[in-house]
């Protein structure tokens, strides 16, 4: 449903900033509104699936051309990072990248994920096309 809104936003001229957040370690934080209370510090580092709804649980890389799309398209997108000053223990935000503009940044988020996800099925070696979010020193390649 998000890619589909960013689509339509896109399509009305609607701008749209994509932020990187982490969780940190030191965080207390629990959502009030689960049942189960873990810490978000404690859930595991995982990319939405859509082989589940269940973004608590299962960590571990998913290689479906889906969200292999949504996470190359979003980092494409992507424009700031959220980060935590260890010293001051404040939030930041950075500027972390120059985005690409939708079109630019979708065409090369289906490339890359249809040629990763193939090459993933195949289990070869291979240097992937797309970039994945949070990677230090990734960047779109046209």
Do not use: C
């Not at 082989?51 to 969200?67: I, T």
């Not at 120059?98 to 193939?118: G, I, N, R």
């Amino acid at each position: 449903m998000a890619i589909k809104l960013m689509k339509e936003w896109n399509a009305r001229g609607y701008g749209l900033d994509v932020v990187m957040y982490r969780k940190y370690p030191g965080s207390t934080y629990i959502d009030p509104h689960e049942e189960e209370k873990v810490m978000f510090k404690d859930l595991p580092d995982r990319f939405p699936s859509v082989l589940s709804r269940d973004f608590r649980r299962e960590a571990g890389e998913y290689e479906d051309p889906d969200n292999l799309y949504a996470m190359y398209l979003l980092y494409n997108l992507g424009r700031y990072r959220v980060r935590l000053d260890e010293a001051t223990r404040r939030l930041g935000i950075d500027f972390e990248k120059t985005p690409l503009p939708f079109e630019q940044a979708e065409k090369l988020a289906v490339e890359a994920a249809t040629s990763d996800s193939a090459s993933y099925g195949r289990g070869e070696r291979f240097t992937p096309k797309g970039a994945r979010i949070g990677e230090s020193g990734a960047t779109a390649r046209p």
